[in-house]
């Protein structure tokens, strides 16, 4: 069974720095997909990656996938308040379908 | 470009009473899906559609749930009888393909089981 997790659950930083959040599962896939949520609405799609090696870059967001190691990261760079959000990755396995990870709560603070 | 429509916003029921939500995708999308999100946790599948057909209903439970897309534009998703325990937002989400199946999502409902 393929299992998604995240780290850290919970991120408080404050504006101005740089952190990482990690993805990482437990069966080969090359699909890998990031999205915000923002408290009490839906999801928005932020990142497709679909190769190993793939690098996205959106604003002061920076998503990469790494196949082997079974790892993607979401790179935050220079933080303001507005990125304030949960952030989840979730991962598509052929036969298994779509499958989240637990998010990761990130705020903020000026 | 219209987003994904989803109707309730929201519903309180009493348990083992019967619920529907209902969802319009994108136009042209031929990809439906329906998730599960309960507080504090990711979503969960519950059931994907492929213009009118079933690609994975795996962790759907039938015994209460069942969802349609009889003319492969719409959905409906049904709870019969309702538990305590399916308290939660249920998401639909399109996409225009299952390939790239980058998935944009409705408002969702918020259903809470009393």
């Known amino acids: 069974e393929l299992k998604v997790e995240q780290n850290p659950l919970f991120l408080s930083m404050q504006e101005g720095k740089n952190y990482t959040i990690y993805c990482n599962y437990s069966?080969?896939?090359?699909?890998l997909y990031w999205y915000r949520q923002d408290p009490g609405k839906s999801l928005e799609s932020l990142f497709v990656l679909l190769s190993n090696g793939a690098v996205k870059q959106e604003g002061r967001l920076m998503a990469s996938l790494d196949t082997k190691a079974r790892l993607s990261t979401l790179h935050i760079t220079a933080a303001v308040h507005d990125l304030s959000a949960t952030y989840f990755c979730a991962v598509w396995i052929y036969g298994q379908n779509f499958v989240f990870g637990p998010g990761t709560r990130l705020s903020v603070l000026p | 470009e219209a987003g994904v429509a989803q109707s309730p916003r929201y519903k309180i029921i009493e348990k083992r009473q019967s619920v529907a939500f209902w969802c319009n995708p994108i136009s042209g999308h031929a990809t439906l899906y329906w998730y599960q999100q309960i507080l504090g946790q990711g979503p969960k599948l519950l059931i994907q559609?492929?213009?009118?057909?079933?690609?994975?209903d795996s962790q759907l439970p039938k015994d209460r749930f069942s969802a349609e897309r009889l003319k492969g534009v719409d959905s409906t998703l049904k709870i019969q009888p309702a538990k305590l325990e399916d308290s939660a937002v249920y998401l639909c989400?399109?996409?225009?393909?299952?390939?790239?199946?980058?998935?944009?999502f409705g408002p969702g409902t918020r259903l809470t089981v009393t």
């Open positions: 989400a399109s996409s225009f393909d299952s390939w790239l199946a980058e998935q944009y």
């Open positions: 069966t080969t896939s090359d699909r």
């Open positions: 559609f492929q213009n009118n057909g079933v690609v994975d």
